[in-house]
């Protein structure tokens, strides 16, 4: 398989504390996005990044910040964990180009209590 | 703009056929098709990136309406290894990110 781990795989944490997720791929991509996926609402962009330092904001970004320090690590923190935030997180990776589709990982559970 | 997704699920015996459908509201780039098995993540089945072109994977093909916005995937003789759901991802300009519709769920029956 492509070489993107995402961790923690499942996560609980309380309301109010911040989350970092981690996104870590080997294929030397410049190209890499958090998705969330809720019942209902499919995948919903976070944020992307087309390269180091070079992040961007998606279609759901608010509580949510980004960093992309190496070009194999991209981190999702959620700065002030909310119940709403609960859901099934998604990193995905992709060439330039984009004919080859976007590879995801394997997601993170996170829980907000 | 999210992408529309048409139906929103659909239930087949093995061997019927499928249609599933994406529709946008803006002008698109490319549209993508993604299959996700329950408690996996999304894999991607193919891109279209011209108008009017269709596209092949084993039974499973895609056509790509660009001046209607819209893209169309067909399963043909169904497969239990079908089930899923189906996302359709569009692009509005190149190298853009994808916008992912709801998605559609399938599910074969023996």
């Known amino acids: 398989d492509a070489g993107i781990t995402q961790s923690p795989r499942h996560k609980v944490t309380e309301t109010g504390t911040p989350v970092t997720l981690r996104c870590h791929q080997t294929?030397?991509?410049?190209?890499m996005y958090w998705y969330r996926q809720d019942p209902g609402h499919g995948l919903r962009l976070i944020h992307y990044?087309?390269?180091?330092?070079?992040?961007d904001k998606g279609e759901v970004s608010d509580g949510y910040s980004v960093s992309r320090s190496k070009t194999e690590d991209f981190l999702l923190t959620l700065e002030s964990a909310t119940s709403s935030q609960t859901s099934v997180y998604f990193c995905?990776?992709?060439?330039?180009?984009?004919?080859?589709?976007?590879?995801f990982g394997s997601g993170t559970r996170l829980t907000v209590v | 703009q999210q992408p529309v997704q048409s139906p929103q699920a659909v239930i087949l015996r093995e061997g019927e056929d499928a249609v599933i459908n994406c529709s946008s509201s803006k002008a698109l780039y490319s549209v993508h098709w993604y299959r996700q098995k329950h408690g996996e993540a999304p894999v991607f089945l193919m891109i279209l990136l011209k108008g009017g072109e269709q596209k092949g994977h084993e039974k499973i093909s895609a056509s790509f309406n660009e001046k209607k916005q819209q893209s169309s995937l067909y399963l043909t003789a169904s497969q239990l290894s079908y089930s899923g759901t189906y996302f359709c991802?569009?692009?509005?300009?190149?190298?853009?990110?994808?916008?992912f519709g709801k998605g559609t769920r399938l599910h074969i029956l023996p």
């Open positions: 294929e030397n991509h410049r190209y």
């Open positions: 995905a990776i992709s060439r330039p180009q984009g004919i080859y589709g976007y590879t």
């Open positions: 991802g569009t692009e509005i300009g190149k190298e853009d990110k994808i916008i």
């Open positions: 990044s087309y390269g180091v330092k070079d992040t």
